[in-house]
Nanobody
Framework: QVQLVESGGGLVQAGGSLRLSCAAS????????MAWYRQAPGKQRELVAS???????ATAASVLDRFTISRDNAKNTVYLQMNNLKPEDTAVYYC????????????????WGQGTQVTVSS
């Protein structure tokens, strides 16, 4: 079993910044990558960024110049630094533990965090 606990969401004005954290515990050896997804009202959940234990990262083109994923392996924690936030970034952000192949394709695992709300006002 893997437990994922997200934190760091909130309300911010457009142009502001937030940093999300996701702390993993339990059978952390069972996955080699972690990722952030988001789901806006009425839309499908989408992959935002992923990062494996070797440091290879992949970020969605829509946020590539504004969001950065990073991790602290010693703390089993992954972060999502979000800068220059826009109203369209408003969503519930979820952390996932999964795997990444050599082409940086991320495969979502069965473990999800509870989600953290990010709201960007215009």
């Amino acid at each position: 079993q893997v437990q994922l606990v997200e934190s760091g969401g909130g309300l911010v004005q457009a142009g502001g910044s937030l940093r999300l954290s996701c702390a993993a515990s339990g059978s952390t050896f069972s996955f080699n990558a972690m990722a952030w997804y988001r789901q806006a009202p009425g839309k499908q959940r989408e992959l935002v960024a992923s990062l494996n234990t070797d440091g290879r990262a992949a970020t969605a083109a829509s946020v590539l110049d504004r969001f950065t994923i990073s991790r602290d392996n010693a703390k089993n924690t992954v972060y999502l630094q979000m800068n220059n936030l826009k109203p369209e970034d408003t969503a519930v952000y979820y952390c996932n533990a999964g795997s990444m192949d050599k082409r940086n394709y991320y495969y979502a695992g069965d473990y999800w965090g509870q989600g953290t709300q990010v709201t960007v006002s215009s």
